[in-house]
């Protein structure tokens, strides 16, 4: 048996019960170090850890699928949710074991950002840079998101020189493509752990550095939070 978990966005607080119950019960528990480290308390004495980084991913990932194929019970923990920036992750389990596998939703920072910065998914299109392959694609359907008047939240690209995309590119990127440099935007940092959080416009984020832990949102113009009546707050 093979399962991925989202193990959440950084405090075990937010660990699902099903998750943290599926984590105890594993034979083998495997994922990138920071988050095995999430669920650390969870692993029972007896499991195999698997420990993998982005070089080491795919030969690990065999591993483990070995292990599933020979019977024991596999845990595979993702960040935050597996739904959301996870599915090239996801592709390269299921391309190790040679079958689809089943997921287990887990609480996305994503989410913690809805919350901290109360905004409504209903509203809002979620988009990642934290991918492979061409951004060109996810950085145009951001300016059309902006032009359609919906919130956007982003999560940057903090790889190499050559791709990384983060809050201050992207902020740069929008504003030569003409989106207006005013848009209320906000920046958090290592949400549920040690949080920061930066909140201005576009051209003010186009000069500022944050870490890789960060997550972005970019508000319609016309959603500004001094613009909404208090009637209409709830
Ligand atoms: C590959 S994406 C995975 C996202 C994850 N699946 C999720 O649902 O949050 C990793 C990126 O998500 C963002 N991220 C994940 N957890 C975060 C947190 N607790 N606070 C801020 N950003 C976070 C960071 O930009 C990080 O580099």
Same mark, same amino acid.
């Given at each position: 048996?093979? =399962?991925? &978990? %989202?193990? %959440?966005? %950084?405090?075990?607080?937010?660990?699902?019960?099903?998750?943290? +119950?599926?984590?105890?019960?594993?034979? !083998?528990?495997?994922?990138?170090?920071?988050?095995?480290?999430? !669920?650390?308390?969870?692993?029972?004495?007896?499991?195999?850890?698997?420990?993998?980084?982005? $070089?080491?991913?795919?030969?690990?990932? @065999?591993?483990?699928?070995?292990?599933?194929?020979?019977?024991?019970?596999?845990?595979?923990?993702?960040?935050?949710? &597996?739904? *959301?920036?996870?599915?090239?992750?996801? @592709? /390269?389990?299921?391309?190790?074991?040679?079958?689809?596998?089943?997921?287990?939703?887990?609480?996305?920072?994503? #989410?913690?950002?809805?919350?901290?910065?109360?905004?409504c998914?209903d509203e809002t299109?979620?988009?990642?840079?934290?991918? /492979?392959?061409?951004?060109?694609?996810?950085? $145009?359907?951001?300016?059309?998101?902006?032009?359609?008047?919906?919130n956007? &939240?982003?999560?940057?690209?903090?790889?190499?020189?050559?791709?990384? *995309?983060?809050? /201050?590119?992207?902020?740069?990127?929008? =504003? +030569?493509?003409?989106?207006?440099?005013?848009?209320?935007?906000?920046?958090?940092?290592?949400?549920?752990?040690? +949080?920061?959080?930066?909140?201005?416009?576009?051209?003010?984020?186009?000069?500022?550095? *944050?870490?890789?832990?960060? =997550?972005?949102?970019?508000?319609? =113009?016309? #959603?500004?939070?001094?613009?909404? +009546?208090?009637?209409? #707050?709830?």
């Amino acid at each position: 048996m093979i =399962i991925c &978990i %989202g193990a %959440g966005p %950084g405090d075990t607080g937010y660990l699902t019960c099903r998750g943290a +119950e599926l984590i105890q019960q594993a034979d !083998v528990v495997a994922g990138f170090d920071a988050v095995v480290n999430v !669920v650390e308390t969870f692993i029972p004495d007896a499991a195999e850890v698997v420990l993998m980084n982005y $070089r080491d991913q795919t030969e690990k990932l @065999e591993r483990v699928a070995k292990a599933h194929h020979a019977g024991k019970k596999c845990v595979i923990v993702f960040m935050g949710d &597996i739904h *959301f920036s996870g599915f090239q992750y996801l @592709e /390269r389990v299921e391309r190790a074991c040679g079958h689809p596998v089943e997921t287990l939703p887990g609480i996305s920072s994503a #989410q913690i950002l809805a919350s901290r910065a109360k905004v409504c998914f209903d509203e809002t299109t979620f988009i990642t840079f934290h991918r /492979r392959g061409d951004l060109e694609p996810f950085k $145009r359907h951001l300016v059309n998101v902006l032009n359609d008047q919906r919130n956007a &939240i982003v999560i940057p690209c903090p790889w190499d020189a050559a791709r990384s *995309f983060m809050p /201050r590119h992207i902020a740069a990127y929008l =504003i +030569e493509q003409g989106v207006s440099s005013i848009h209320p935007t906000e920046v958090w940092e290592n949400l549920t752990g040690n +949080e920061a959080e930066w909140k201005g416009n576009l051209l003010e984020c186009s000069e500022l550095d *944050f870490s890789d832990m960060s =997550i972005m949102l970019i508000r319609c =113009i016309d #959603q500004m939070p001094s613009q909404i +009546e208090p009637a209409n #707050q709830q």
